[in-house]
């Protein structure tokens, strides 16, 4: 007998729920960016290079790339519901495969699957919060849901400093999968929301985003503020232990200690936005973020400390204002298409390209001039910003 859609609530009376598809998130989440606190050891057991290993950044970027931008497309033919239970099982069983791995093109391929099982998750996970809260109380819900991401990235590497103790980077893999596993079976069976089928972006809604000018410029500052958040995390660890010295367990430690600020930090960017404009606090982010980004790429001892700090607390800051921007400047019937458009292609720019041009610089160069490099052009962004013009349609 098929299940009844479940009708939208009070927050409080759908906790249940909510916390359920969170910690669906939490997983997914994880499950992606798990690999850059246990890189060094995947380097030394796999024979990596910096290079190779910034590649397996870009393969997982790719796959969540064709899963976002087709997310709608397979959500329309099943339901919202079964898409975040195809998301959360498929990505349990990439990470149970990625211990099989022999090499870069072996894992390789479990990266671009993992990005595929993870990109599917996001737009479904939020129509179906949306389906059983009641929209005044959407705030509430999608500031629970968006704890996810930051939680993950403070998670992955105190739980794999945590289980290095006793077991290998496989075994880290293996039980961060059985667990997403875990939760997507128990989701089959208890988890309720998003019984409706996706809606697909239709091809005239895209050409019509593609023609605007402004919608390319978000493209960039979504790519950099990805970059330099996601994109930087990822290979953190790497530059701190084989270029500057870290001991691993202190460099996982801080990359989790570091995220914590911005859990916080993301309200006073949104109080600037309200009070000063996005093209101001664009502009602003972007000039604070680049200089905190040089300063990680140049610095070392009690400096480069208090820039592993600092950068990442900066650059949360963007995405609230960035998203207000990009509502700005697409037209209001296209607001939602732009979401689904401009996120994906900035991901691939920013947590796929970045981190294979930093392991590239990493074996060439040195990883710290190549956040140098990135750091000018992240300035090259707050340039840009003053370029932004809302849409004549937008409010």
């Known amino acids: 007998m098929r299940e009844q859609p479940l009708s939208p609530g009070a927050f409080t009376q759908r906790l249940g729920p909510l916390s359920f598809i969170t910690g669906i998130f939490l997983l997914n989440f994880m499950g992606r960016v798990s690999l850059a606190p246990l890189m060094p050891n995947i380097e030394a057991k796999l024979g990596l290079d910096h290079a190779q290993a910034g590649m397996l950044f870009l393969f997982m970027s790719v796959g969540y790339f064709l899963a976002v931008f087709s997310s709608g497309i397979v959500s329309q033919r099943l339901t919202h519901r079964r898409v975040i239970l195809i998301s959360a099982l498929s990505v349990g069983v990439m990470l149970c495969l990625a211990p099989l791995a022999q090499g870069l093109y072996s894992l390789g391929a479990v990266c671009l699957g993992l990005g595929l099982s993870a990109g599917l998750y996001l737009p479904s996970g939020v129509a179906a919060l949306t389906s059983f809260v009641r929209s005044q109380d959407w705030g509430k819900a999608m500031a629970l849901h968006e704890m996810a991401p930051n939680g993950g990235m403070i998670l992955a590497p105190l739980i794999a400093e945590l289980l290095l103790e006793g077991l290998t980077w496989r075994g880290v893999l293996i039980l961060i999968g059985g667990l997403s596993l875990v939760l997507g079976l128990a989701y089959a069976r208890r988890g309720r929301g998003g019984e409706e089928p996706g809606t697909a972006p239709s091809p005239a809604a895209v050409a019509e985003l593609l023609r605007l000018p402004a919608v390319w410029l978000m493209v960039v500052f979504f790519a950099l503020a990805i970059g330099a958040s996601l994109g930087i995390y990822t290979m953190l660890p790497l530059y701190l232990v084989a270029e500057r010295g870290f001991d691993q367990g202190w460099a996982n430690l801080m990359l989790a200690a570091s995220r914590v600020p911005g859990l916080v930090m993301a309200f006073g960017a949104g109080w600037a936005h309200d009070r000063f404009g996005a093209r101001a606090s664009l502009v602003a982010i972007f000039a604070v973020t680049g200089l905190a980004t040089l300063t990680l790429g140049l610095s070392s ?81 707050g340039a840009l910003a003053f370029a932004l013009r809302p849409s004549p349609n937008g409010h």
Do not use: D, E, N
């Open 301 to 381: 001892g009690w400096l480069l400390v208090v820039a592993v700090f600092v950068q990442p607390a900066v650059t949360v800051c963007f995405f609230p204002v960035g998203f207000a921007a990009l509502s700005l400047v697409a037209p209001p019937h296209l607001r939602g298409v732009a979401v689904s458009l401009a996120t994906p292609l900035a991901f691939i720019l920013g947590a796929g390209v970045l981190p294979a041009f930093l392991g590239w610089m990493g074996v060439h160069h040195s990883f710290g001039m190549g956040i140098a490099v990135f750091a000018g052009v992240v300035w090259l962004g």
